[in-house]
């Protein structure tokens, strides 16, 4: 959670506006703002009962109020104080107890209080609904008309709102942004090639279960969406024509969608612009990306890792962790390519790159359509630059495996930091991508190397299969050993140095292929399986 804060006069009654400040919270927001600029503050959370925890220092503060120098006690312009204890279910208001909702705590090193026990100090506060922006508004003077007519502090009722409240909530929208819940409700995620999405966070179908309904990408290149689902996401109609044509009324707008190659109306005015085109697949209207939402008035965004399709009521713009959240929901949809799959595994070969062998290897994996992750040691990288070239081009994704496949926990600080950073250096000057993965040589890994990962923003990848190929150099015995082993979510440890390694990852792969499984890489595994990889957090497996 994040706290919001705006510092808000104009356009409220003018009680407030006379009155002083008016602060606007908004739990899990983004970027503070007072008076239009930016500040940082510590995050409200909701307790276990619901209760809203604030931070009591920063509140009081910025109301006016006077804080203790333990942060314990707060007092008004008028000289009521209250004091707090960390764990406590009531706090004192001179020589009067008044109970919590919820026990003060400190967390982070900062006192949070239940933002309703500030009433007693004569504050007003206000709840605006978690979906809604999930903001508080927060004022030393009435603010509402209840306030000012005596019943002050009265529940936010979202199917009458009050005119200062609804001020308030457009203003803190348009300088903040929507919240996690916000953006949820009102977005709707697709993946290309799946006929699944997440809308309100919740899979559904884009279609029945014949599985060819699916976002796709037109021979020149226009992302085609389907129109009634969506329209019907958004709760507007879709209504088909005659001519095959779809008229879509949502979201305050009407568009009308041909049925082949044509320009579509919006609002009564033809768009003259070919990427505003329709055409029908399998019985569904489908229309561009593009099209669907500026002609209802929508926000659209696209994510090329994912091939994922964001489209939301929500300007998402300014909230690049919503996006992210996105763009996880749209790595879990299945593609209808692995639906039928048993499982994912995650192929992984270290200390490359190798030349002749390597590529080899990139050969075969190009010709079955195969991603897997490389870690590589910079001395390497040396030696067979010319292979940097091929691997992210091909799908594939890198990781650091060290500068000289030292061991990590024996080096000092600047050794260790010279292990890691000369070998990303190097992958980022060849290739444009800084890596979020790393493996330490042999597995071996302390505090400090964990440390030393987090700094750099790179999570620690292990191994759950591991054939010791490096070791037998017998492709049979390498590949029995996988096939007894592998199952879903399994990251296995292979090494491109040798013929016979490679001979085997090919087998493996047809064999297991065959079974059911689909190779991914391990950023892909986590997206699949819903994991968030953690810099300087160490992965075994990734089973969600």
């Not at 995050?43 to 203790?68: D, E, I, K």
């Not at 939402?293 to 399709?309: N, R, S, V, W």
């Not at 070239?389 to 990590?408: I, M, P």
């Amino acid at each position: 959670m994040s706290l919001a804060l705006v510092l808000l006069l104009g356009g409220l009654p003018a009680a407030a506006a006379e009155g002083g400040a008016l602060l606007i919270l908004q739990m899990d927001g983004g970027a503070a703002v007072s008076g239009g600029a930016e500040l940082s503050a510590p995050a409200p959370y909701y307790a276990a009962n619901g209760a809203q925890m604030v931070p009591l220092a920063f509140t009081a503060g910025q109301l006016g109020f006077t804080v203790s120098g333990d942060g314990c006690t707060v007092t008004s312009a008028d000289g009521t104080s209250l004091t707090y204890a960390p764990g406590s279910w009531v706090c004192r208001g001179g020589t009067k107890t008044v109970p919590l909702s919820s026990p003060a705590a400190r967390k982070d090193g900062v006192l949070y209080v239940p933002l309703a026990s500030l009433t007693v100090l004569g504050v007003y506060v206000h709840s605006f609904g978690y979906y809604d922006g999930a903001f508080l508004a927060v004022s030393v003077s009435p603010l509402t008309a209840g306030d000012s007519s005596g019943a002050p502090n009265a529940a936010y009722d979202p199917a009458a709102p009050d005119a200062a409240l609804a001020a308030c909530q457009a203003q803190a929208l348009r300088l903040l942004g929507p919240n996690q819940g916000m953006m949820q409700k009102n977005t709707v995620v697709l993946r290309q090639g799946s006929r699944f999405a997440a809308v309100s966070g919740t899979g559904k179908e884009l279609c029945g279960p014949d599985g060819t309904t699916a976002p796709f990408l037109t021979e020149d290149g226009y992302l085609m969406v389907p129109v009634e689902f969506l329209a019907k996401a958004f709760g507007g109609t879709c209504t088909a024509g005659p001519d095959g044509s779809s008229t879509v009324v949502c979201n305050g707008h009407t568009a009308v969608f041909p049925a082949a190659n044509g320009y579509l109306t919006a609002d009564g005015v033809k768009k003259q612009h070919p990427w505003f085109g329709g055409c029908r697949r399998n019985g569904v209207c489908y229309c561009s990306a593009y099209a669907f939402t500026a002609a209802l008035g929508l926000y659209g965004y696209t994510d090329g890792a994912t091939d994922g399709i964001a489209v939301s009521r929500c300007d998402l713009s300014r909230r690049p962790e919503l996006k992210a959240l996105a763009w996880k929901q749209a790595g879990g949809l299945t593609l209808l390519r692995d639906e039928k799959a048993k499982g994912y595994l995650a192929l992984t070969f270290d200390d490359g790159p190798s030349g002749a062998i390597t590529g080899r290897l990139l050969d075969g994996l190009k010709a079955r359509g195969v991603h897997a992750t490389f870690f590589l040691c910079n001395y390497r990288i040396k030696i067979y630059p010319r292979l940097m070239s091929r691997y992210l081009d091909e799908g594939n994704e890198l990781g650091n495996h060290s500068a000289n496949h030292t061991t990590l926990t024996r080096c000092g600080a600047s050794a260790l930091a010279s292990e890691l950073d000369s070998t990303n250096a190097s992958i980022r000057a060849k290739t444009g991508v800084n890596p979020v993965l790393m493996r330490p040589p042999g597995g071996a890994y302390n505090k400090t190397v964990l440390a030393a990962a987090a700094k750099r923003g790179m999570s620690c990848v292990l191994w759950s299969v591991d054939p010791q190929d490096w070791k037998y150099r017998n492709k049979q015995k390498v590949v029995s050993s996988i096939l007894s082993q592998a199952k879903d979510g399994d990251i296995i440890l292979m090494h491109d140095t040798y013929n016979t390694s490679v001979d085997a990852a090919l087998s493996i792969i047809d064999t297991l292929r065959a079974r059911g499984y689909r190779f991914v890489t391990v950023s892909e595994l986590a997206r699949i399986k819903g994991v968030g990889l953690r810099p300087g957090a160490v992965y075994f497996q990734i089973r969600g």
